[in-house]
Nanobody, 121 residues
Framework: QVQLVESGGGLVQAGGSLRLSCAAF????????MGWYRQVPGKQRELVAR???????NYEDSVKGRFTISRDNGKSTIYLQMNSLEPEDTAKYYC???????????????WGQGTQVTVSS
């Protein structure tokens, strides 16, 4: 059974930093594209950042230069370092794991329960 366990969310002032972690269980981690998505009430879930098994990354435009995604294959864990946080970054952040053969559709993979990030102005 696949399980993705997120941690690291919280309340922070604008300009501050947070680091999210997602530990994966029940998957062959090195076969999976891992990603962070976020969602606010009433809006669709959106991609924040993704990282392939080989370490290639892509980011949503508004977080480029502020957020960094990384992975530790030995620990089956990914991280999202978030710097210069803005109130617009407030959302619930979800971890996703999808086998690389299905990389085009994260809904064919697994989701974590989410962790709330709130940025105050």
């Amino acid at each position: 059974q696949v399980q993705l366990v997120e941690s690291g969310g919280g309340l922070v002032q604008a300009g501050g930093s947070l680091r999210l972690s997602c530990a994966a269980f029940g998957i062959i981690f090195s076969d999976n594209v891992m990603g962070w998505y976020r969602q606010v009430p009433g809006k669709q879930r959106e991609l924040v950042a993704r990282i392939t098994p080989g370490g290639s990354t892509n980011y949503e435009d508004s977080v480029k230069g502020r957020f960094t995604i990384s992975r530790d294959n030995g620990k089956s864990t990914i991280y999202l370092q978030m710097n210069s946080l803005e109130p617009e970054d407030t959302a619930k952040y979800y971890c996703n794991a999808v086998h690389m053969r299905h990389h085009y559709n994260p809904d064919l993979g697994s989701w974590g329960q989410g962790t709330q990030v709130t940025v105050s102005s």
